[in-house]
């Protein structure tokens, strides 16, 4: 078993699939215990962290209960009975969070080793396991959160630190930007957003930046700024003033933070040239289509074609991991860079207050955000969220005349101006070309040609479906075409060897109907 606390509590099944651990004390509990994989916690403990001080009359038997309810749910080895306590059958790789801190160690110690490419590629796969407010089932989640949330900026600043080591300063500077927005007495932060004007030859700006710091320091803290600041500031002024660059938008390196994809982007190119135009007319375009239809990816690839028309990037949000309608804001707000952090230590209570002045509604945050902002925003799977979705893209589009947002979900967001785009099952000619490409990678050598009937005939009977297709691509391993054909009548079984890496839902076939089905009523 797997389980996630950087958001909603959840448990995943070793095949991806979620576990249903139904009300609140019982996702408190495992939250609890996630907390402390493998290791024994005393009965008190449990009934402090569950119960948030206010504990049943009868405790012991009150905790026995509810254990005994997440064993039903977990199965009946996962929660072991030792003297006083109750403990995890988990190893902390198993918990996100754990997972979260060992990646981000690796990456910092990589950047420490002047390795930027390698910091920044395990950063990212640290930050991308957050989908929302650490233990956001705890009752009182103030402690833990706070160090969990300080970790999380700790990796920001790493992760900005590769970028600028990688001189990729230009795509660094408006998150970095937003960071600075959200925490102004951050030195650190601070310092790495003056680096990234001056990388990028606003060394005016630079200098400007730093006094306006100075200042804010000055009034909230009556501080001067650090050694780390000061020094930089000496590096500014000894530089000579340059005029600012023309933009070769040729080569400019996009914002946002899109991801190099991974496998090649087969047909479609009608769709994508398609899209574009809806983009240009409309501030909402939504693809429509069915599940592995291929509209995740589709969107990715027409939100890069428009990237230099959006001066401050394309931001993707992925919406499928969030399991509460009210997270969603906050799921945004994270992707985009611009998420509110809470910090500890010495300082904290200064840092808190001074930001104690902006908006608290997530949403409010995120149009104060965008709104002098010209961004594409893509919100992803937002199906079985629509209704939260619906209502916060209609609040940035009035709000923020810059932003443009492209949605991919399998019913329309219902927001006035929506132009709606169907995402149809590949033909047969390009659902060749795709399991050519994805046969060649799984077998070395594969060509459709070497048995092109039943090539065709699993393209056919999987109706065009670009995740169907590359899940068979993928048993070609151990089957020939015909033999895959032969058995398309147990699709569900055969069909089950999807990449580790993906969202669980796109790692069987059973697994991408069964999101559909979920969402039914």
């Given at each position: 078993m797997r389980y996630r606390i950087l958001g909603t509590t959840q448990a995943l099944r070793p095949d991806g699939t979620s576990v249903s651990v139904g009300g609140a004390r019982l996702r408190a509990l495992l939250t609890v215990f996630a907390l402390r994989p493998g290791r024994t916690v005393p009965v008190s403990v449990l009934v402090d962290e569950v119960w948030d001080g206010e504990p049943p009359a009868d405790a012991t038997g009150a905790v026995q209960a509810l254990v005994g309810r997440l064993r039903r749910a977990l199965g009946a080895e996962a929660v072991g009975s030792v003297d006083g306590g109750y403990r995890l059958a988990a190893a902390p790789d198993d918990i996100d969070l754990h997972r979260f801190e060992r990646l981000v160690g690796d990456g910092t110690r990589?950047?420490?080793?002047?390795?930027?490419?390698?910091?920044?590629?395990?950063?990212?796969?640290?930050?991308?396991?957050?989908?929302?407010?650490?233990?956001?089932?705890?009752?009182?989640?103030?402690?833990?959160?706070?160090?969990?949330?300080?970790?999380?900026?700790?990796?920001?600043?790493?992760?900005?630190?590769?970028?600028l080591a990688l001189?990729?300063?230009?795509?660094?500077?408006?998150?970095?930007?937003?960071?600075?927005?959200?925490?102004?007495?951050?030195?650190?932060?601070?310092?790495?957003?003056?680096?990234?004007?001056?990388?990028?030859?606003?060394?005016?700006?630079?200098?400007?930046?730093?006094?306006?710091?100075?200042?804010?320091l000055a009034d909230r803290l009556g501080a001067d700024p650090g050694p780390e600041l000061r020094s930089l500031h000496g590096e500014l002024l000894?530089?000579?003033?340059?005029?600012?660059?023309?933009?070769?938008?040729?080569h400019r390196p996009p914002a946002g933070n899109l991801r190099a994809r991974l496998t090649s982007f087969v047909g479609r190119e009608a769709d994508i040239e398609a899209i574009r135009g809806d983009l240009a007319r409309?501030?909402?375009?939504?693809?429509?289509?069915?599940?592995?239809?291929?509209?995740?990816?589709?969107?990715?690839?027409?939100?890069?074609?428009?990237?230099?028309?959006?001066?401050?990037?394309?931001?993707?949000?992925?919406?499928?991991?969030?399991?509460?309608?009210?997270?969603?804001?906050?799921?945004?707000?994270?992707?985009?860079?611009?998420?509110?952090?809470?910090?500890?230590?010495?300082?904290?209570?200064a840092i808190r207050a001074a930001g104690s002045e902006r908006h608290d509604d997530p949403v409010e945050r995120l149009a104060e955000h965008c709104g002098r902002r010209r961004m594409v925003l893509i919100l992803d799977n937002c199906e079985h969220v629509v209704d939260a979705a619906a209502r916060l893209v209609e609040k940035l589009l009035e709000h923020c005349p810059g932003l443009t947002v492209l949605a991919?979900?399998?019913?329309?967001?219902?927001?006035?101006?929506?132009?709606?785009?169907?995402?149809?099952?590949?033909?047969?000619?390009?659902?060749?070309?795709?399991?050519?490409?994805?046969?060649?990678?799984?077998?070395?050598?594969?060509?459709?040609?070497?048995?092109?009937?039943?090539?065709?005939?699993?393209c056919r009977r999987l109706d065009g479906l670009p995740l169907g297709i590359e899940l068979a691509a993928a048993r070609l391993r151990m089957l020939t075409p015909r033999q895959i054909a032969d058995r398309l009548d147990d699709r569900f079984r055969l069909l089950t060897s999807g990449s580790r890496t993906v969202l669980p839902r796109q790692q069987t076939l059973r697994a991408v109907v069964d999101w559909s089905w979920d969402l039914l009523d």
């Open positions: 990589a950047l420490a080793d002047h390795d930027p490419a390698k910091a920044a590629a395990v950063l990212d796969d640290a930050l991308a396991l957050w989908r929302g407010p650490a233990l956001a089932d705890l009752p009182d989640r103030t402690a833990h959160a706070a160090r969990a949330e300080a970790r999380r900026l700790d990796a920001l600043r790493a992760r900005h630190a590769a970028a001189g990729q300063a230009e795509h660094s500077l408006p998150e970095l930007t937003a960071l600075c927005d959200s925490h102004p007495l951050d030195e650190p932060l601070q310092a790495l957003r003056l680096r990234a004007l001056r990388d990028t030859g606003r060394t005016a700006e630079a200098l400007a930046a730093y006094e306006d710091v100075r200042q804010l000894q530089s000579e003033p340059e005029p600012e660059p023309e933009p070769v938008r040729a409309a501030r909402l375009v939504t693809l429509l289509g069915a599940g592995g239809a291929g509209k995740t990816r589709l969107s990715q690839e027409a939100g890069e074609s428009v990237g230099e028309a959006a001066r401050d990037g394309v931001w993707l949000a992925e919406l499928a991991p969030v399991d509460d309608p009210d997270a969603v804001p906050e799921a945004v707000l994270t992707a985009v860079g611009a998420r509110e952090t809470v910090l500890y230590g010495a300082g904290a209570e991919t979900s399998r019913e329309p967001l219902g927001v006035p101006g929506e132009l709606l785009r169907p995402v149809e099952p590949l033909p047969q000619p390009v659902a060749l070309r795709l399991l050519a490409d994805r046969g060649a990678a799984a077998r070395p050598g594969f060509r459709v040609e070497e048995d092109p009937e039943a090539c065709a005939e699993i």
